[in-house]
């Protein structure tokens, strides 16, 4: 049914009252009120963050935006703390239909097409703002996020998950070989295995919502992240040392399933995808101030931040980019994102 937006200027008493029964009898309102109406649609988010972690903020902005908009014909429930299930599992929900749509690590999609797994390397992208150029640039990223409707999924676009580093239950690491026998916790991915064994590490795949009571029971002994999950997930706690390696800037995408996205208009698709825009610069902008106290909270609360031997880590890093940007699309995506480095 289409709602049509209705502006009376200084309406009668009767004429009120007649309005507010047609729009009671066709279940519309006008623009102005869909804040207050109930949604239509309300689409299920899955999230794998507590309710402070920028994401959770950013998400819970977009849904209110996508309400107003589309004057309430459309709206989103994010669902934190992974209570829709681990990344793994949301994945496989969506692509069924069971979840809408889901925040997951690009190391989820890798496993799907490994194509993805260029966003997902040491030396992609020089910085945030760089990594922002590209991930949401559908000059860059149109092939590769239609790529997936084999699995009934769509990529709507990306979110940073800033620059990822060490941290160890024993330390300062500040070289490979301070890493040596240390079992440090990674997402389940040949690359991402690969990178803590360059690093001087043994990797140990998990889920990520397993990562605290495994270092808190030593079965790992450190892992690796941004400083807004080591707070918000309270790594700090056990893993006391965190070691500034800034290894890789990685990517979170919005993923939705096809059948739920195509059900929408192509007016509201097109305001669902604006929104979606909006949504990542505000996450971006949050992401850094969140960063910046993150550092500061996890410091009162006891833990070092160190640097690294920075050069280090980037020779035993470095082939990695030849070993696994090995195919033509991936070479292409890997060439258009290093143009976008000094814009
Ligand atoms: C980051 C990222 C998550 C991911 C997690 C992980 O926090 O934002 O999407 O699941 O790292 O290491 O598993």
């Given at each position: 049914m289409r709602c049509l937006s209705i502006r009376v200027a200084g309406p009668t008493g009767v004429l009120a009252l007649a309005l507010s029964l047609l729009l009671a009898v066709t279940g519309c309102a006008a623009s102005p009120d869909a804040t207050h109406k109930r949604p239509q649609h309300t689409l299920r988010l899955a999230l794998n963050?507590?309710?402070?972690h920028p994401s959770y903020t950013a998400l819970e902005d977009f849904g209110k935006r996508l309400k107003r908009d589309t004057d309430g014909r459309w709206t989103i429930d994010v669902y934190p703390n992974s209570t829709l299930g681990d990344q793994e599992d949301v994945v496989q929900l969506v692509s069924s239909g069971a979840v809408d749509l889901a925040i997951v690590s690009g190391t989820q999609l890798e496993n799907l097409n490994k194509d993805f797994r260029v966003f997902n390397l040491?030396?992609?992208?020089?910085?945030i703002d760089h990594q922002m150029r590209v991930i949401n640039n559908p000059a860059i990223t149109s092939d590769l996020y239609h790529s997936l409707d084999g699995h009934h999924l769509r990529v709507v676009g990306g979110l940073t998950q800033g620059a990822r580093s060490l941290y160890t239950v024993d330390g300062p690491v500040r070289?490979?070989?301070?890493?040596?026998?240390m079992k440090v916790r990674v997402q389940a991915s040949p690359a991402q295995l690969d990178i803590i064994r360059r690093m001087g590490g043994s990797p140990t795949p998990m889920s990520f919502g397993e990562v605290y009571t495994a270092l808190q029971s030593g079965v790992i002994d450190g892992a690796e992240n941004n400083e807004v999950s080591y707070l918000t997930q309270k790594h700090?706690?056990?893993?006391g040392h965190f070691a500034k390696t800034d290894h890789e800037i990685g990517v979170d995408y919005l993923v939705g399933g096809t059948k739920v996205l195509h059900s929408m208009s192509a007016t509201d698709r097109k305001v669902f995808n604006q929104d979606f825009q909006k949504t990542a610069n505000t996450h971006t902008r949050l992401w850094k101030k969140e960063t910046r106290k993150a550092i500061a909270e996890t410091k009162r609360h006891g833990a070092t931040y160190n640097d690294v031997d920075k050069g280090a880590f980037a020779d035993a890093l470095h082939p990695l980019i030849k070993q696994y940007v090995n195919d033509a699309q991936m070479t292409k995506i890997y060439r258009q994102t290093r143009k976008k480095a000094d814009d």
């Open positions: 963050q507590t309710e402070d040491p030396e992609v992208f020089d910085s070289k490979p070989a301070d890493l040596k026998g700090y706690e056990t893993a």
